[in-house]
């Protein structure tokens, strides 16, 4: 058989620049948007432990002592990226019965085509979304597949999420409540607070009620304006779909699918959200993004995608419709999420 039978088309870039999907909270907030590119399905971690920067003390001008710049800390790791692929088919059978919407006409092979990638990329989007809730609330990555099946951040680093009180009484002070661990977190962040962009509160169904409900956050949200709708930290446009408002300094958001993000309705996660690191640092979270696993000429290429689309022909002309990508959510900093836990009211 002829090479030419098996040319390709490869869609990865046409997709590079497609906005994601709507209500996809983590990925819309940026709170994983580190986006580190690995040559190789493995990846070489050296975990920096930030100083916070000191200040200078006065010397003797004509002595010979000098002072001196915080070090930091680091440890190396190895890790292996986890791969996800997908595939279908655009067959004879496809443009048999398939009419376009509101038309009497059929549909072309492109458009089935174009319709199956798209329904590839969304699976791909809302399984991103997944991994970057389950290393933010339980500091875990499916790895299976590779030479550690389960990467547990806490395990890794020796760090844990902090834990507090959200409190609901009449005479309590739940936006207290929030500031102290804000204030807690920063202290623990070091060199880090320089990158520091805003705080996001992800609240179970019942936590977010009992703070927005709060005698004292109603009297807030009645006489102060601004407090709901958008900021630079959660465009609104693209979160229809979700509750939430700002409480001083902390974006307050509901996150109802309790299965799917991992948020029980009696807790809230105080997340800080980083932004504009230095390129040869990483921030606290973010992902890993590795090559092409399965078609050796994209491969070779060097071309590393968060997401590759590919389309191959059969000896019949049958389309083979191929996605796949790498990716590991990392969560070096579990201890600057902290999980507050409504305390019932007795």
């Known amino acids: 058989m002829a090479i030419k039978s098996f040319d390709y088309v490869d869609y990865s870039k046409v997709f590079r620049t497609q906005v994601p999907q709507s209500n996809l909270l983590l990925t819309h907030l940026n709170v994983f948007a580190d986006r580190q590119i690995a040559d190789s399905h493995k990846v070489s971690v050296d975990r920096i432990q930030e100083s916070a920067i000191g200040v200078d003390a006065p010397l003797m001008r004509f002595s010979s002592e000098w002072g001196t710049i915080e070090k930091p800390t680091a440890g190396s790791y190895l890790y292996e990226l986890p791969w996800a692929g997908v595939t279908d088919r655009v067959t004879s059978a496809d443009i048999k019965g398939f009419r376009r919407a509101g038309s009497t006409l059929e549909q072309s092979l492109d458009e089935i085509e174009a319709n199956k990638f798209l329904q590839m990329r969304a699976k791909f989007e809302r399984s991103r979304e997944y991994a970057y809730w389950q290393a933010l609330i339980f500091n875990k990555v499916d790895a299976f597949g590779t030479q550690q099946p389960e990467i547990n951040w806490s395990v890794e680093f020796s760090l844990n999420q902090q834990t507090a009180d959200l409190h609901q009484g009449v005479s309590d002070d739940p936006m207290r409540d929030i500031d102290d661990q804000v204030s807690a977190t920063k202290a623990l ?158």
Request: charged share 20%.
């Open 189 to 346: 962040m070091g060199g880090l607070t320089q990158y520091l962009r805003g705080w996001v509160l992800l609240c179970g169904s019942d936590a977010y009620r009992a703070v927005r409900y709060h005698p004292q956050i109603r009297e807030l949200l009645v006489y102060s304006n601004g407090l709901v709708g958008s900021d630079v930290l959660f465009p609104s446009d693209v979160l229809p779909g979700l509750s939430s408002f700002m409480l001083g300094s902390v974006r307050l958001i509901e996150c109802s699918d309790s299965a799917f993000t991992g948020v029980k309705s009696d807790q809230a996660f105080l997340v800080p959200v980083f932004g504009n690191a230095p390129v040869e640092q990483s921030l606290p979270m973010g992902r890993f993004i590795g090559p092409c696993a399965r078609h050796l000429e994209i491969s070779a290429s060097g071309d590393v995608e968060d997401w590759y689309a590919f389309r191959s022909y059969d000896e019949l002309r049958n389309r083979n419709l191929y996605s796949e990508y790498s990716l590991l959510a990392y969560n070096f900093r579990p201890d600057l999420i902290t999980r507050m836990t409504l305390v019932l009211v007795e």
